[in-house]
């Protein structure tokens, strides 16, 4: 789905970095690395899984694993990082810290994990919308120099909120990006992400998971295509998927909505009618 989540297997040889962007990295399978920052003295991190890092760009780390360990990398975009700075077009420096604990970031992370190892069935906004979070919080707590984020005051237009509904509509059945919806306003996407949810009541992911439920509950009174193919005409990459959103939003399965629509309409229909 997108070349900048990795899942990183590292070797037990000593590696010389450098990166040319900049990263959060989750460690999942625990150990302990040796490392060296810029000629520093070596020092070793003990990791449990769950443990963060920061990495920026142009670092010269040395870096040895004394076990086989995993980690996943979420890359961070200099335009997501700018603009959660509230700085248009600025390169945006963070702190390369090896260590860290921090619950905001874990969160974000483990969600991208489950994503990941689904196969990222939510799609592109799921991550740029995880992405959009991630750069609030490392440019806010981890930048260099740290900068506040700017209040963003009032919400969308009127006219602004239904191009956008107009837009997720339009494009139900398609990967629909925050980027491509920011652009309907045009809004950077983390401008874009706060008045939305000050204007709808809910995040971009979430309103566009209602609209393609919504979506197919018309499909499945309405039409008598398979389920997977309701699935896919309402967004949702696997029926797997496509079922445990639907459960989690109207309570039942859709075969379950299925029926019981039916059965209703069934009973309502006008006497004399087979």
Known sequence: MSSRVELISLSTKPLRLVHESQFVMMILQPGAMDISIDGAPTERFEYVAGDIAICCRHVVGLVQSREQMKELRFELSDLHLSEAAGEANREIELQSIPKLKDSRIRA???????????????GQLFLESIEVALAAVVVQTYSLPIRARRRIKGGLTDVGRRDVIDFVRSRISEDISLTDMAAITGLSTTHFSHVFKKSMGESPHHFVLQQRVQY???????????????????????????????????GLSPTEYQRLKLSDQWRRRPSGLV
Do not use: W, Y
Not at 223 to 234: P, T, V
């Open 108 to 122: 974000l992370m483990t969600a991208v994990n489950i994503e990941r190892a689904s196969g990222f069935p939510s």
């Open 216 to 250: 197919a509950k018309e499909l499945l009174v309405s039409s008598n295509l398979r389920m997977i193919d309701i699935a896919l005409a309402s967004g949702f990459k696997t029926q797997q998927h496509f079922a445990r959103i639907f459960r989690k939003m109207c």
